[in-house]
């Protein structure tokens, strides 16, 4: 695909791991599709995509888990460009390259990400706003997950991932773990079980969900109200991969853990405690002990 024939400076734009704090499947739509209903936060690792404007749309991928994206004709981030490209005529274009640094198939969305970096950059480039309807459209069309990592803030996400209303999170210190075993989502949805038309939540739920808590609320405040709603994937992502108990046991015995769960459709885990310092002693304890784990110690926000 040719692009306006205009170089210019490297663009960069971070791909931030995205966190399903809880995850509610409300029930499978006629269609196929999923309705959920998730507390999504951000975390402090990301991927890293640049842009170099120029007349080709090519990409390359650097970077410890390159390796693990897959065809490159494949990438989330030629397939936004690609659709952005049939949206808005004489888009300008150029060269990506992609250093992968989060593990992929790890229910924290990093392909989705790194797609939405690439129309962040890509608006930029052209002189969009992020709440453009062509670019909004575009970011759903590409994936379920990356309309809410274009604007990477924490939030509830609703629907099948277009209804978007932000948080006031506060900064929740977290060890994020991952096997380094990867997971398809189709597998886990298959698992749950839910044929076309089948509700998991009923009117009685939906009266009794929670309230999140509002601006300065504290790390504690959120923890009780996350406390109070799950992740449905979780259990059948523990038969798709029991690893995943393993991890979470890992992160559960740890010293100063509030809370303890999977992201997503898994294999990441994460857990949340009362401060960095309690985050940085379980990452490196679980680390040493695990030295075949993905393990981040970090923030959520």
Not at 232 to 242: G, I, N, R, S, T
């Amino acid at each position: 695909m040719l692009a306006s024939t205009v170089t210019g400076a490297p663009l960069q734009e971070q791909g931030r791991a995205k966190v399903n704090l809880t995850l509610r499947v409300v029930g499978r739509r006629v269609d196929g599709y999923h309705d959920l209903e998730s507390v999504v936060a951000f975390a402090d690792c990301a991927d890293q995509l640049t842009l170099v404007p120029g007349p080709e749309l090519t990409l390359t991928t650097t970077g410890p888990l390159a390796a693990a994206c897959g065809e490159t004709s494949d990438n989330l981030v030629l397939k936004a460009a690609r659709l952005l490209a049939e949206s808005v005529p004489g888009l300008k274009l150029g060269a990506f390259e992609l250093e992968k640094v989060l593990p992929v198939a790890a229910g924290i969305g990093g392909g989705s990400a790194d797609a939405a970096a690439a129309l962040r950059l890509l608006a930029r480039l052209n002189g969009l706003s992020l709440d453009d309807p062509r670019l909004q459209a575009v970011a759903l069309k590409t994936g379920a997950d990356v309309p809410v990592c274009v604007p990477s803030r924490a939030c509830t996400m609703t629907g099948v991932g277009e209804n978007l209303q932000p948080l006031a999170l506060p900064v929740l210190p977290c060890v994020m773990i991952n096997p380094r075993v990867p997971v398809a989502t189709k597998d886990v949805f298959q698992a749950l079980g839910l044929k076309p038309g089948d509700l998991l939540v009923g009117v009685t739920d939906v009266l009794t969900a929670p309230s999140w808590p509002t601006a300065g609320a504290s790390i504690g405040d959120w923890v009780s109200a996350l406390d109070q709603v799950k992740n449905d994937l979780e259990p059948p992502a523990l038969k798709v991969q029991p690893i995943i108990g393993t991890v979470l046991g890992a992160l559960r015995a740890s010293h100063g853990v509030l809370l303890a769960r999977m992201s997503g459709s898994g294999a990441t885990c994460f857990a949340i405690y009362g401060s960095e310092a309690d985050a940085n002693a379980a990452g490196a304890q679980i680390s040493a002990d695990h030295p075949e784990w993905w393990v981040h110690a970090g923030t959520l926000s």
